[in-house]
């Protein structure tokens, strides 16, 4: 195994990106579940890490190194052999759950969480026409790159078009690996330069009108998104049961009573809006243990009633809500300094996530540079997002 010991452009800090305001990166929206993710470098003792046995050492050659250009600020298309095999074993090794040879190509902060790997990854059955748009970076041996690639998901023949941006480093042998640690001062600063040009921004928004022209064209991919976007397993098609006669004679003239609500408990299925902040919980009761919350003008789809709740879909799961906190119709969310959004963003570093939207706000933990979440409140200093069924702030400018 060779040695790969990390260059000394490996910077750490909370400081990072400027705003990129209220532009999305094509990520290919919530369907993005683990190309984005953060993989944790394993460091060996004395800060080196190992290469597996079948990771070939990866490196960009002398030739290349000192090969000029007319315009270096271009964007260039395939340039790098030896980035572009970097990227293709990073991509293998997603498609793969290769915990060993992402954790031999990486480095982050932590530890590589397997479980995650294995199920944000099971949906996702290939990674194709992979191209890589570079630009040097502000230290020597360093590089920014855009992916493009093309995802196939399972059982829909429609690829699903996708880019993101790496930053590419050299190690002290000459090897190359993908740096998703924080950086700061000059560095930030020049990656922020680069993902801002107009030359990125084009390339990104190409990327993004031809994800919306997959959707559009081919609904079984659109409806595989939207499951994803649910939290539901986009694998299982939707069944619905066969109505005789006297089926559906029996449901109208009987409609089931709830035990617990003591109320008619009827079967429907449309979108409703919160008409204040209201509490989602996982059974029919004030007393139920809370599933996250709803924000005023915020939508949900609702698949049902007991009594006096709304059964609803509530990140994947069958939950509650007091119908009389929900209203068909669309409203505005009450005047908090939060425009009502519902999109999927992505963290540009570590950042923390708050209670409220302060810095004094209470840490309730920390979102992963790299990871897609669920935005549902912006404004210009802080995003209201929601994670792992909670409601949470981070700063708007860490995300994008």
Known sequence: MANMGKSSDNQGSN????????????????????????????????????????TEVIGISEAKETESTENPNALKEDAYPEINQLINTYFTALRDQDVETLSNIMETNGEIDEEKIRKEGEYIEDYRNIKCYTREGIVEGTYIV??????KFLNVDTLAPSMIWLYVCTNED???????????????????????????????EQVETSFTAALQ???????FVTKLREGADPTIPEETEPQTEETTQAETEAPQQDENTGGD?????????????????????????????????????????????SKVLFEGEEC????????????????????????YVEALQNVRMRKSPSTEGEIVGTLDGGTEVHRIGYSEQWSRIQYNGETCYVASEFLR
């Open 15 to 54: 400081d990072f990106l400027k705003q990129y305001g209220k532009y999305i990166a094509v990520i290919a929206v919530a369907l993005i579940l683990i190309i984005i993710i953060v993989f944790s470098g394993k460091k060996k003792d004395g800060g080196e890490t190992t290469t597996g046995a079948n």
């Open 146 to 151: 855009f992916p493009y690639y093309d995802i």
């Open 174 to 204: 000459g090897s190359l690996y993908i740096n998703k640690s924080t950086f700061d001062g000059e560095v930030a600063a020049y990656i922020d330069e680069v993902c801002n040009s107009d030359e990125a921004k084009a390339l990104m």
């Open 217 to 223: 064209q081919d609904e079984t991919l659109n409806q």
């Open 265 to 309: 408990s009827q079967q429907s299925e449309e979108t409703v809006y919160a008409s204040q902040t209201v509490n989602v919980r996982k059974s029919p009761s004030t007393d139920g243990e809370q599933a996250g919350q709803l924000y005023a003008g915020e939508s949900i789809q609702r698949i049902g009633t007991e009594g006096e709740w």
């Open 320 to 343: 509650y809500i007091k119908s009389e906190f929900l209203t068909a119709e669309q409203i505005q969310a009450a005047d908090d300094g939060f425009e009502v959004v519902d999109e």
